[in-house]
């Protein structure tokens, strides 16, 4: 059967609907800072796994939900045997995952929202700037969901003249 847990941010998801006057998908940077905290909670949890074979503590993994409303992280392992885990003198009626994961989040969820939080600032302060160069708020709006500058989207001239040198 497996383990899964699913962490809901829902804090994050109404800060994004306040700061951007609507609810809106997280960003590339803004997935960043939260996959740089999900890395740390996952090798938290794989340092403190019991080994034999190493199969059961290679499962573990993590996926981010960024959708609007449902943004969210999940950490799973899918080997079926996860959820019976102990350690030793433990049985498995008192399986390590349900202290080990909560614990690991535990360690890193105030960094990860502080993390979260200054990346969706660093995006709405990007996306009024870009309005504030006259770039239409749409295409401010759909740069930063891309994750890029602006500037870094070149034109067809451009591409034109790097490759055939016009």
Same mark, same amino acid.
């Given at each position: 059967?497996?383990?899964?847990?699913? =962490?809901?941010?829902?804090?994050?998801? *109404?800060? =994004?609907?306040?700061?951007? @006057?609507?609810?809106?998908?997280?960003?590339?940077? %803004?997935?960043?800072?939260?996959?740089?905290?999900?890395?740390?909670?996952? !090798?938290? =949890? /794989?340092?403190?796994?019991?080994?034999?074979?190493?199969?059961?503590? *290679?499962?573990?993994?993590? #996926?981010?939900? &960024?959708? &609007?409303? !449902?943004?969210? $992280?999940? =950490? %799973?392992? %899918?080997?079926?045997?996860?959820?019976?885990?102990?350690?030793?003198? @433990?049985?498995? #009626?008192? &399986?390590?995952?349900?202290?080990?994961?909560? %614990?690991?989040?535990?360690?890193? /969820?105030?960094?990860?929202?502080?993390?979260?939080?200054?990346?969706? *600032?660093?995006? #709405?302060?990007?996306?009024?700037?870009?309005?504030?160069?006259?770039?239409?708020?749409?295409?401010?709006?759909?740069?930063?969901?891309? @994750?890029? #500058?602006?500037?870094?989207?070149?034109?067809?001239?451009? $591409? +034109?003249?790097? +490759?055939? @040198?016009?």
């Amino acid at each position: 059967m497996g383990v899964r847990l699913a =962490i809901r941010f829902k804090s994050l998801d *109404d800060y =994004i609907a306040k700061q951007r @006057g609507r609810q809106r998908a997280m960003t590339p940077p %803004e997935m960043d800072a939260v996959y740089r905290f999900a890395d740390r909670m996952l !090798q938290y =949890i /794989k340092d403190r796994w019991p080994v034999d074979t190493g199969t059961s503590r *290679d499962k573990w993994t993590y #996926e981010l939900n &960024p959708t &609007p409303g !449902q943004m969210g $992280l999940t =950490i %799973e392992n %899918e080997m079926y045997y996860a959820e019976y885990v102990h350690l030793a003198g @433990g049985t498995a #009626e008192s &399986p390590l995952w349900e202290t080990l994961l909560p %614990e690991a989040f535990n360690l890193v /969820k105030d960094a990860l929202l502080s993390a979260a939080l200054a990346a969706v *600032d660093q995006t #709405e302060r990007r996306v009024a700037r870009d309005i504030a160069r006259g770039q239409s708020a749409r295409d401010a709006a759909l740069s930063a969901q891309r @994750g890029r #500058e602006p500037s870094a989207v070149p034109s067809l001239d451009d $591409l +034109l003249s790097d +490759l055939f @040198g016009v």
